[in-house]
């Protein structure tokens, strides 16, 4: 039997991978997937969820989720309420069961990248950076134009390398380059503030000009999707080394009827 794919708004491919796709499962080693074995994959319907929509521009995370309970449940099928839901789910702090969420819709639809990155920041958020990785390569191999998993993964990247110089350390390392080095990934994260123009230096009046704080990584910079829902491609720059991955909020993939 022949099953149609679920697309997204971000001009994704829909072409299967033809390779070895390794899969990040809740507690489980990761699992392989051949082209062959992508191609059974769920169909899904059309997303037209506006009171829905409208409770997650208002932060009502549990009128959102016993809405989004409802519609899937009559709509089992709707791969955006599910995604939402597991967004949602993030919200609540009920990472369990969001990245339970995330990880069936990552074997149901295994070629969109936007579950895999956001259970890639839930991973990352618990400090199971491995696995992170492993999700976000996955994300960037099933789209390999999807760029906002690029940034998290050079964010993680980065993350696992300050880890790594760290314990350096604590084992006794003396290399100045291994302190130097946590130094420049610490200003990477937060640079230093900078001085003032000569001009208002001259006056007296200059002040340092302090870095802009982390922006709520769940908050897209702008919203295309629709009035009230944010969009899924602007996303706020990676907070620093103990601040969540930035994830695909709330506009899901888009499904073809």
Same mark, same amino acid.
């Not at 191999?141 to 993680?156: E, H, I, S």
């Not at 390392?173 to 080095?181: E, M, N, V, Y």
């Given at each position: 039997m022949t099953h149609r794919h679920a697309r997204t708004p971000l001009q994704l491919s829909c072409r299967l991978v033809s390779r070895t796709l390794a899969i990040a499962a809740l507690g489980f080693a990761c699992v392989g997937m051949s082209g062959a074995a992508l191609a059974q994959t769920s169909t899904a319907t059309r997303d037209d969820t506006p009171q829905i929509d409208s409770a997650i521009? *208002?932060?009502?995370?549990?009128a959102a989720l016993t809405q989004l309970d409802a519609r899937i449940a009559s709509n089992p099928r709707d791969v955006q309420a599910k995604f939402?839901?597991?967004t949602v789910l993030a919200r609540l702090n009920r990472d369990d069961e969001a990245i339970a969420a995330f990880t069936e819709l990552t074997q149901a639809y295994p070629e969109l990248p936007e579950p895999y990155n956001n259970l890639a920041a839930l991973y990352a958020k618990k400090g199971r950076y491995e696995d992170a990785r492993v999700a976000l390569e996955t994300a960037v191999?099933?789209?390999?134009?999807?760029?906002?998993?690029?940034?998290?993964? *050079?964010?993680?990247y980065l993350r696992l390398a300050s880890e790594s110089y760290k314990r350096a350390q604590s084992l006794g390392?003396?290399?100045?380059?291994?302190?130097?080095?946590i130094t420049a990934i610490q200003n990477i994260y937060n640079p230093p503030k900078k001085r003032a123009g000569a001009a208002e230096g001259a006056s007296g009046t200059g002040a340092a000009i302090a870095p802009s704080p982390a922006a709520d990584e769940w908050a897209p910079a702008s919203g295309a999707a629709s009035p009230t829902m944010p969009g899924p491609d602007d996303y706020a720059p990676f907070g620093g080394p103990t601040s969540p991955l930035p994830a695909t909020p709330y506009v899901a993939p888009q499904a073809q009827p």
């Open positions: 521009a *208002g932060k009502d995370w549990n939402k839901r597991a191999k099933a789209n390999p134009g999807y760029a906002l998993a690029y940034d998290n993964l *050079g964010d993680l390392s003396k290399s100045p380059l291994t302190r130097q080095r």
